[in-house]
């Protein structure tokens, strides 16, 4: 007979699974069972759990004990579920009293030693639990931050399992969160800091307006790096439901800081080129972990030295490009993670790479070679495309100062809320999001207008994706001019970013 169930969550992605765990004892020689598809990890977790009840002044039962994990058909991994785990079994042998497992969800690894150590995925765990109807969480006081971004939940912290044995008996009293204070981080590079460059300044600002991916080339030190971690200070702060989104990826990849867990600002994430395709996209034994894209969720992923990128992990960008996630099979089934990120690329012109291009030594095979990294269909989803240009004077005096990045802010700003109210009817923020079927049928241009767009596409300089990220510049270059709609000159301002001859 079943004596005791309690309840912790398993995670499938970034998507958390109500666990339904049932204690049993009697029946049998003294022995202790996982049953319920449990890991190599988990199925450890009977040792540790008996080690940490005996160790915190209580006796393991001499018995037989079962412990089911349901659904049962689900495979379920790692430590997460010890705190779980231990108190079911101590309800069923009557040493806590019942109620504490009454809408309760328990999360943290066990030490042998009855501590209670954070695990990753605190927070998806905790808004499975709300959707679930679960009302209390107990979850180890290093996650306790975590916990309480998500509302509907009192979470409480524990630094052991003698603590939450004295709690439950009304001997002692579990940690509270403290309110959480916003972390707006460091200031981001400004944008007075990059010396000339006009056109590729101008294509940050309009990557930044709508969202759109970027592609900069040009000789090394010319301020192709500088520009890109510039991106940052010129986007929007996360909406409350988008920092959760991104958070929830970072729990889950255990990148959170305990003091500041909240992703307020769109992440910046830069691999290296020798990144495998897995540190990528994702990847592991199981169930797949997230990658490089799906942390840059809703941010930017940089790739410094694209044409350094070996073909096969710049190819696997292609499906998240496109379509704003990434699903990755493996053993134990198929996940799913968010990659709506915005795409830089920067990347220099041959592999050897001179400051002016008279000086280059390439044979013209070498640079072909070199820039067909960068495949058509890749550059195809690229929307902007700028020739970076070779530094020519290191001194300002005379010329008017470059605009810092809270200017260009302001106007992006202003950019993005016109594209917002435009598209709310339809969920979108940016106009990189709006689908082409909708700019082409409820928000079709006049034939003049777009009888640039319409000669590319039928001497095939453009094909019908090109065709629609071509439409979203133009929207994106109105909101700049505060045009109600794009006028034939963002049309060709939008095909000229487009340009192959810039890559």
Same mark, same amino acid.
């Given at each position: ?47 540790? /759990? ?7 002044? %209580? ?23 010890? !705190?779980? =785990?231990?108190?079911? /079994?101590?309800? #069923? ?6 109620? =504490? !497992? %009454?809408?309760?969800? !328990?999360?943290?690894?066990?030490? =042998?030693?009855?501590? +209670? ?31 309480? !971004? ?23 009293? @579990?940690?509270?969160?403290?309110? @959480? ?36 080339? &040009? ?63 994702? &990847? ?23 044409? $350094? ?18 699903? =990755? ?15 830089? +690329? ?10 002016? $291009? ?54 992006? $700003? ?10 709310? #009817? ?12 909708? %700019? ?11 009888? @640039? +767009? ?50």
């Amino acid at each position: 007979m079943v004596l005791a169930r309690a309840w912790s969550i398993a995670l499938f992605g970034v998507d958390g699974i109500t666990v339904e765990i049932e204690a049993d004892i009697g029946g049998g020689k003294p022995k202790t069972t996982i049953v319920g598809l449990p890991d190599a990890s988990l199925n450890e977790a009977k040792d540790r /759990v008996r080690a940490a009840v005996r160790n915190s002044g %209580l006796q393991w039962p001499d018995q037989l004990v079962t412990l089911g994990l349901s659904p049962a058909a689900l495979p379920k991994g790692g430590s997460g579920y010890d !705190l779980a =785990l231990a108190l079911s /079994v101590l309800v #069923a042998d009557r040493k806590a009293p019942p109620e =504490l !497992l %009454l809408g309760t969800v !328990l999360l943290g690894e066990l030490a =042998l030693d009855g501590r +209670l150590r954070t695990v990753r995925g605190v927070l998806p765990c905790m808004l499975a639990a709300r959707r679930s109807g679960l009302r209390r969480a107990i979850v180890p006081t290093a996650a306790m931050a975590e916990a309480s !971004l998500v509302g509907g939940l009192e979470v409480y912290g524990a630094d052991s399992l003698t603590d939450v044995l004295a709690w439950a008996r009304g001997e002692g009293e @579990l940690a509270r969160p403290e309110p @959480l204070t916003a972390d707006t981080g460091a200031a981001p590079p400004d944008l007075a800091d990059v010396l000339g460059q006009p056109e590729a300044r101008w294509a940050l600002e309009v990557a930044a307006a709508g969202g759109h991916n970027l592609l900069l080339a &040009g000789p090394p030190g010319t301020g192709k790096t500088m520009l890109a971690k510039r991106l940052p200070g010129l986007l929007p702060p996360l909406a409350r439901e988008q920092a959760l989104e991104v958070t929830a990826i970072h729990s889950v990849s255990g990148d959170l800081a305990a003091e500041s867990p909240l992703i307020t600002l769109p992440p910046f994430i830069a691999p290296h080129h020798t990144t495998s395709v897995p540190a990528l996209v994702g &990847g592991g034994v199981g169930l797949a972990k997230p990658g490089a894209i799906s942390k840059a969720h809703r941010g930017i992923l940089f790739l410094d030295e694209a044409c $350094e990128f070996a073909p096969n992990r710049l190819e696997a960008l292609r499906t998240a490009l496109e379509e704003g996630e990434i699903r =990755l099979a493996r053993r134990d089934g198929v996940v799913r993670y968010p990659a709506a990120f915005q795409l830089v +690329l920067a990347t220099n012109p041959c592999p050897c790479a001179p400051s002016r $291009e008279a000086d280059c030594v390439c044979a013209p095979h070498a640079r072909r070679r070199y820039l067909a990294r960068l495949s058509g269909p890749l550059l195809d989803r690229v929307d902007l495309r700028v020739r970076m240009r070779p530094i020519t004077a290191m001194s300002r005096a005379g010329d008017a100062d470059p605009e810092s990045t809270a200017t260009v802010r302001e106007r992006v $700003e202003q950019a993005r809320d016109r594209a917002a109210h435009r598209w709310s #009817a339809y969920g979108w923020r940016t106009n990189s999001e709006a689908p082409g079927p909708i %700019l082409r049928r409820e928000f079709a241009l006049p034939r003049d207008t777009t009888a @640039l +767009l319409d000669r590319s596409l039928n001497t095939g300089a453009l094909t019908a994706r090109g065709a629609d990220r071509c439409l979203r510049i133009a929207w994106t270059l109105a909101d700049l001019a505060e045009s109600a709609t794009p006028s034939p000159d963002h049309v060709a301002a939008a095909l000229e970013f487009r340009d192959r001859r810039s890559a």
